[in-house]
């Protein structure tokens, strides 16, 4: 666990997770492909006495959010000649989750306050030739979705805390050749 000056390493005495998960996925119609993810998890320090931030027995570890899910969906058409046109779209979601332990130098109140939700959407369209060449367009985090991804006390800054942005919306292009 980082303070801000340096590293406090200290194992907690018991920890316990109960989870349940599924995936499949599905082809309703040809060319169709349909994804689903999901996985719940309840996890909390059964103890957890000597933290760098006191006793934080009974209470969930940081960054581990009690819902999180993915779904896709891919449909790729054939046209006479073989060319393939490939449509894709996936959404992927975390429920709200603390993302640090705790800060040092802060009340305590201040570390829950700060979660992290994640709500990504992503995109793709590819054209591949039957001479090996795929040329395609994509997006992601297409509603640019803004969530800090950690966060930590700020180096040798008391009383500021610095963190990491999630990646904005970003969209480009791609050109392969397989051979």
Do not use: C
Request: glycine residues 12%; proline residues 4%; hydrophobic residues 40%.
């Amino acid at each position: 666990m980082f303070t801000g000056t340096g590293f406090a390493l200290a194992n907690a005495g018991k920890q316990s997770t109960f989870g349940i998960e599924f995936d499949g996925s599905v082809r309703p119609v040809e060319g169709l492909n349909l994804t689903l993810a999901a996985t719940y998890l309840d996890a909390k320090y059964d103890s957890f006495v000597n933290s760098a931030f006191g006793d934080i027995s009974g209470t969930t570890p940081a960054g581990i959010p009690a819902l999180s899910m993915s779904m896709g969906a891919t449909y790729t058409h054939e046209f006479a000649g073989g060319t393939k046109a490939i449509a894709h779209v996936d959404y992927s979601y975390e429920s709200p989750v603390q993302i640090v332990e705790g800060l040092s130098g802060f009340p305590a109140g201040v570390a829950e306050s700060l979660q992290r939700e994640v709500n990504s959407l992503n995109a793709s369209f590819t054209v591949r030739l039957t001479n090996g060449l795929d040329v395609g367009v994509w997006g992601r985090n297409l509603t640019n979705a803004e969530y800090l991804t950690t966060i930590f006390p700020a180096v040798a800054q008391a009383g500021s805390v610095s963190g990491y942005p999630s990646q904005p919306r970003t969209y480009g292009g791609t050109v392969r050749f397989k051979f």
